[in-house]
Nanobody
């Protein structure tokens, strides 16, 4: 099993930046990819960005060029650097880890609010 803990959410003005962190523990060697999802009120959860164990990244069109996903293998942590934030980025952001053996694991979520 994989345990995920997110941090770094908060309130930021439009145009500002935030960095989210997701620390993984447990069966981390079984993780094939890690992702960030978000869910805004009244909307479905959507994929924001993911990164494979090989380092390949993928982004939703709505955040491409503004968000960057990265990882620190030594710290078993994945980051989401969010720049040029917009009010429509407001959501609860969730970290996800996927492994062929362990399946999906989710963090508890962290609130990001973009408002003036």
């Amino acid at each position: 099993q994989v345990h995920l803990v997110e941090s770094g959410g908060g309130l930021v003005q439009p145009g500002g930046s935030l960095r989210l962190s997701c620390a993984a523990s447990g069966m981390i060697d079984s993780i094939n990819a890690m992702s960030w999802y978000r869910q805004a009120p009244g909307k479905e959860r959507e994929l924001v960005a993911d990164i494979t164990s090989g380092g390949t990244t993928n982004y939703a069109l709505s955040v491409k060029g503004r968000f960057t996903i990265s990882r620190d293998g030594a710290k078993n942590t994945v980051y989401l650097q969010m720049n040029s934030l917009k009010p429509e980025d407001t959501a609860v952001y969730y970290c996800n880890a996927f492994g062929a053996v362990v399946g999906d694991s989710w963090g508890q979520g962290t609130q990001v609010t973009v408002s003036s």
